[in-house]
């Protein structure tokens, strides 16, 4: 168990099936365009990824992050956090899991999306060393632009 407050103490694993239901939930509380329930499960099942699920002490998920390798390019699908729990670096810890777990593999980078307009998780992939180095426009459903940010391997 990893601690990241004094109070707060949290367990990282892979997700499971029966997770599904609460990442959707999640899902729905986080972002405009939520992946459904069906997309979730391929993606908990799908060969080669890394993913991870952080719960807390009752073994509830907190936080989650889905990766899928794209050559050398581990690339960050998404990393949500329950609105009750943000603030606490769950993301951010998720986050590093990525770098590392991309260092370990020999990668060159690892690549996310996000929205042009959330300025605060631009400021948080900041903090973790990407860099803006593109744009996919209109690549969400309503049309916006999705800022493109990479964090390259040392």
Request: charged residues 25%; neutral net charge; contains cysteine.
């Given at each position: 168990?990893?601690?990241?407050?004094?109070?707060?103490?949290?367990?990282?694993?892979?997700?499971?099936?029966?997770?599904?239901?609460?990442?959707?939930?999640?899902e729905q509380?986080?972002?405009?365009?939520?992946?459904?329930?069906?997309?979730?499960?391929?993606?908990?099942?799908?060969?080669?990824?890394?993913?991870?699920?952080?719960?807390?002490?009752?073994?509830?998920?907190?936080?989650?992050?889905?990766?899928?390798?794209?050559?050398l390019d581990?690339?960050?699908?998404?990393?949500?956090?329950?609105?009750?729990?943000?603030?606490?670096?769950?993301?951010?810890?998720?986050?590093?899991?990525?770098?590392?777990?991309?260092?370990?593999?020999?990668?060159?980078?690892?690549?996310?999306?996000?929205?042009?307009?959330?300025?605060?998780?631009?400021?948080?992939?900041?903090?973790?060393?990407?860099?803006?180095?593109?744009?996919?426009?209109?690549?969400?459903?309503?049309?916006?632009d999705a800022?493109?940010?990479?964090?390259?391997?040392?």
């Amino acid at each position: 168990m990893a601690e990241r407050e004094a109070s707060f103490r949290f367990s990282v694993r892979a997700p499971a099936p029966g997770d599904v239901h609460t990442l959707e939930r999640i899902e729905q509380e986080c972002f405009s365009d939520p992946w459904p329930a069906h997309l979730l499960l391929a993606e908990v099942h799908a060969p080669g990824r890394f993913h991870r699920v952080l719960t807390g002490e009752g073994g509830d998920v907190l936080a989650y992050l889905l990766c899928a390798w794209q050559y050398l390019d581990l690339h960050i699908l998404k990393v949500a956090t329950q609105p009750e729990y943000r603030r606490r670096g769950l993301a951010s810890y998720l986050i590093e899991l990525a770098q590392r777990h991309a260092k370990a593999f020999a990668a060159d980078s690892v690549t996310l999306e996000v929205r042009k307009s959330n300025v605060s998780a631009i400021a948080l992939y900041t903090q973790l060393d990407f860099k803006a180095v593109g744009y996919r426009r209109r690549y969400y459903g309503d049309g916006e632009d999705a800022l493109v940010m990479t964090w390259h391997a040392p």
